[in-house]
């Protein structure tokens, strides 16, 4: 989805990211609808809009993997990078990390974004009713995502549901877990229920996507609970949510055709592959294209894993040489890959040997990138090689099929259907089965442990340590870091405590 510059008649003022001011605080998204929300072009302007908001250099071009990814084992940052990475890096985050918030605004942005919608399209009369249902499904389903990723950042936060007409509904109190979970789940229950199975265009939702988020709810609030993660007491029955995270996966996994496992890793990240399949692995992605006219149309994330060094040529097909080169440019070297990382996989893991890029040629030589040097391996799943300058049409996946797959194995646990999941990822990394007889809990750490490797620098293992309560065993134990704050929740912004008077530390 190419996400042009729309301008239409609903008057948004938006909180500027950079302003520093600690007076009033501007609205999220003061709205006047009365001369707009009267046409299906008005409600299609909208919801285009509201998706605007994911491919943001704030939010998933940029913003969201700083964010998830350097306080885990998977990435570091260059020496020069801002104060406010060093303190994710090091998990000792303040409430004044600048980072953090940047992604608060731009999630409160896309909240309000998709409550316009939710609020004001059921209102066109003419609009035909499917078409309608369509895009109020959408917006539920972004509204449902953005709370999802504020709980699982941030935990208690103001539950905005209603579209802000007014200052006085700015000042706003926490709300409890139960609260926001019960509406993400309603919301994409009704996404589920309002949107069609087919997929209207890269980047937007369908029916599918919602139960795959689904999924990713159920497995968040039923692990949490069982491992007594922080915050999570309101969960009454880890096993019927694991139940009801099985339930969705096997939707996805078992009840559609538009979305499928890839027999081939190289093609579910090439672009000229899976943005033109019929079938591809990406559930929902925050789509971008090169020909957009500013950073949010196109994405410059490549550029942060990409090292500065020198401009690179990397096989096409490390499995199949004959299919010679192409050239990736060069980048900030902005994201270092850790040790801990790239020492954990096999060394026949192909998620190793094809989508980490460990030498590189230029000119007639070729270099070998040390995983202990500042210009070290790099992943191969955000690469462009059509770029265009510093402009890339790379997405940003939000979820992929591999995902629920392991999902449905993790809720599943032990059984012929968990290790049929699990090991159809592990075959095609090359590697053999898990071992037959491993204990429920055994078996679930092994595939977190899978989803590790799987799943890697896509912003999903922060996530995973939290909800199994593993942050401290896994990268102070394990790996020696340090944990001083934020282990399980960020602190909430100090912009928003000062210019939120219901708000408490």
């Known amino acids: 989805m190419n996400y042009k510059i729309i301008i239409y008649g609903l008057a948004c003022l938006m909180l500027s990211v950079t302003s520093c ?15 707009f929300y009267k046409t299906a072009a008005d409600a299609e302007s909208a919801i285009i809009y509201a998706y605007s908001v994911l491919p943001e250099v704030g939010y998933y071009s940029r913003g969201y993997y700083i964010i998830t990814e350097l306080p885990t084992e998977n990435l570091t940052q260059k020496g020069d990078a801002g104060p406010a990475n060093f303190e994710l890096d090091e998990n000792r985050t303040t409430s004044n990390n600048s980072d953090l918030d940047n992604i608060w605004t731009y999630m ?16 066109i009369s003419s609009m035909p009713e499917a078409a309608r249902n ?25 539950l905005r549901t209603e579209t802000i007409a007014d200052v006085s509904q700015i000042p706003m109190a926490k709300s409890p877990l139960k609260d926001i979970y019960d509406l993400i789940i309603a919301d994409l229950k009704k996404a589920e229920s309002m949107i069609g199975t087919n997929r209207i265009s890269e980047g937007r939702a369908n029916k599918v996507a919602a139960q795959a988020l689904l999924a990713k709810v159920y497995l968040h609030m039923a692990s949490s609970k069982a491992s007594g993660s922080a915050g999570y007491n309101f969960v009454d ?18 009840e559609q055709s538009t979305y499928a496992f890839s027999d081939k890793l190289r093609d579910i990240w090439d672009i000229e592959v899976y943005k033109k399949a019929a079938v591809s692995e990406h559930i929902f992605d925050a789509a971008v294209d090169r020909t957009g006219e500013v950073e ?12 500065a060094d020198r401009p690179m040529s990397i096989p096409y097909d490390v499995a199949d040489p ?30 190793k040997t ?20 500042s210009s070290r391996p790099f992943t191969r799943k955000f690469i462009d090689p059509l770029r265009v300058g510093d402009k890339h049409s790379t997405n940003s996946p939000v979820i992929r099929y591999s995902d629920i797959l392991l999902i449905l194995a993790e809720a599943s646990g032990p059984t012929t259907e968990g290790y ?24 679930r750490d092994a595939v977190v442990d899978e989803r590790a490797l799987e799943l890697a620098f896509e912003g999903d293992r922060l996530f995973d340590l939290r909800r199994t309560n593993t942050m401290e065993k896994v990268l102070v134990q394990k790996y020696g870091k340090s944990i001083t704050s934020g282990a399980y929740f960020f602190p909430i912004p100090q912009r928003e405590l000062d210019t939120n008077p219901l708000m408490k530390p």
């Not at 019927?240 to 939707?251: F, I, P, Q, R, V």
């Not at 094809?354 to 040097?373: F, P, R, W």
């Not at 049929?420 to 078996?443: E, I």
Request: positive net charge; without cysteine; hydrophobic residues 40%.
């Open 134 to 158: 369509q895009v109020v499904g959408e917006g539920h389903f972004l509204r449902a995502l953005h709370y999802f990723n504020f709980v699982r950042m941030f935990g208690e936060v103001p």
């Open 296 to 307: 949010g149309n196109f994405s410059k994330l490549p550029n942060m894993f990409l090292p």
């Open 420 to 443: 049929a999941a699990v090991n159809k990822v592990r075959a095609r990394a090359g590697l053999g089965n898990l071992n037959p007889t491993l204990s429920l809990q055994a078996f």
């Open 322 to 351: 004959s299919k010679g080169l192409i050239n990736i440019g060069q980048g900030w070297g902005h994201f270092r890959t850790e040790s801990a990382v790239y020492n954990n996989y096999a060394a026949n893991d192909k998620r």
């Open 237 to 254: 029955n880890a096993d019927a949510l694991y139940a009801e995270a099985k339930n969705y996966a096997t939707k996805v996994t078992s």
């Open 21 to 35: 001011t600690k007076m009033t605080e501007e609205p999220y998204g003061l709205t006047n609808t009365g001369s």
């Open 108 to 123: 409160y942005r896309g909240v309000a974004r998709a409550n316009a919608v939710i609020n004001n399209v059921p209102g």
């Open 354 to 373: 094809e989508l980490i890029v460990s030498t590189y040629t230029n000119g007639a030589t070729t270099y070998t990138l040390d995983i202990n040097t």
